[in-house]
């Protein structure tokens, strides 16, 4: 492997870790906020990454992603945190607030990374070559993460979002995508529709971090 890829991968892994355990414990707090408190009762509230490891989510994907990219392209997710629809109140608008956690978590961690990089900025550590590097991964990673999650591609958030909108018959034909998810995934990614679906979804987010200034400019 080389050496380029290798750092990059340790630059990348900080910010990855965080925002994949910060996405899945805000869909299990929200879930416990609505009534079900399956994700307290297994541990899943934890910020310990090691309870949402996912060997090919969190490790391999990533790292294939990262490699085939050449260091330009990294996802990743934790292991999916459980939730039993029988204890939510409201079915279809609890969905739409659970899956809705996810990516306003990634959003809020990479408006923290932001602020905390002013910090540094004032203060002269982000002159450091090394945590500049990692403090823009951990802010670029968490925007992608959002912006990843809200593709109505099942079962990623977007498409649990779509469905609990939908009309009941078109809902559950919308989720039987689900098991070509991944095929439909890599054909976006290898045919480059994946970053054209991307681009809107980013630049909203980008637009709504405006008034948060850039710090690493």
């Keep these: 492997m080389p050496a380029e890829a290798i750092i990059n991968i340790l630059v990348v892994i900080p910010g990855l870790l965080l925002g994949i ?41 990533p790292l294939f992603l990262l490699l085939l990219s ?6 990743g997710y934790a292991k999916p945190v459980p939730i039993n629809l029988r ?3 409201n079915l279809r ?16 961690t990479a408006i923290a990374v932001i602020l905390l990089a002013w910090v540094a900025r004032f203060s002269g550590w982000l002159e450091n070559p090394g945590l500049r590097e990692v403090a823009y991964a951990a ?7 959002a912006a990843f999650n ?44 994946l970053g054209v679906l991307l681009i809107p979804i980013t630049q909203v987010i980008r637009i709504l971090l405006i008034p948060l200034g850039n710090p690493f400019a």
Excluded: C
């Design 21 to 61: 355990v910060f996405h899945e414990v805000a869909h299990g707090w929200m879930a416990d906020r609505l009534g079900d408190q399956t994700a307290r009762m297994v541990g899943r509230l934890s910020l310990n990454p090691l309870r949402h490891l996912d060997p090919w989510g969190t490790v391999l994907l």
């Design 70 to 75: 050449k260091g330009s392209m990294v996802f």
């Design 87 to 89: 204890n939510l109140r």
């Design 93 to 108: 608008r609890d969905v739409l607030l659970i899956s809705l956690a996810g990516p306003a978590a990634n959003l809020l």
């Design 139 to 145: 802010m670029y990673i968490n925007i992608l993460l």
């Design 150 to 193: 809200l593709l109505p591609l099942p079962p990623l958030d977007g498409a649990e979002i779509v469905a609990s909108l939908l009309p009941e018959p078109w809902s559950r034909r919308f989720q039987q995508l689900a098991p070509y998810s991944f095929l439909i995934f890599m054909v976006l990614y290898f045919t480059g529709l």
